[in-house]
């Protein structure tokens, strides 16, 4: 069994930082890409922001210079911090986690059951 497990969204006020952090558990052989996505009402779910095994990251245009992912090889474990927040940034954000949970398989997309993010202006 394998979970993707987000924490640390909540509300703040426009200006404002939070930090996210997910953890991926259970049987896992390796990691490759993790990443960040956000969906807001009445929207399709987009891409926040990527991180590579190697540490290679990919921001979207609209969170350029505000937000800053980060990832712990050992623990499994994906951050993303998040300043000078505004209401558009409002949405469910989704943990996303590229892994292969034995060496003769191939990798699978699994995701977190999401954390809402509240920006008030």
């Known amino acids: 069994q394998v979970q993707v497990v987000e924490s640390g969204g909540g509300l703040v006020q426009a200006g404002g930082s939070l930090r996210l952090s997910c953890a991926a558990s259970?049987?896992?052989?390796?990691?490759?890409?993790m990443g960040w996505y956000r969906q807001a009402p009445g929207k399709q779910r987009e891409l926040v922001a990527s991180?590579?095994?190697?540490?290679?990251?990919n921001y979207a245009d609209a969170v350029k210079g505000r937000f800053t992912i980060s990832r712990d090889n050992a623990k499994n474990t994906v951050y993303l911090q998040m300043n000078r927040l505004k209401p558009e940034d409002t949405a469910v954000y989704y943990c996303?986690?590229?892994?292969?949970?034995?060496?003769?398989?191939?990798?699978?997309?699994?995701w977190g059951q999401g954390t809402q993010v509240t920006v008030s202006s």
């Open positions: 991180i590579t095994s190697s540490g290679r990251t």
């Open positions: 259970g049987s896992i052989v390796s990691i490759n890409a």
């Open positions: 996303n986690a590229d892994m292969r949970r034995t060496w003769y398989s191939s990798s699978i997309d699994y």
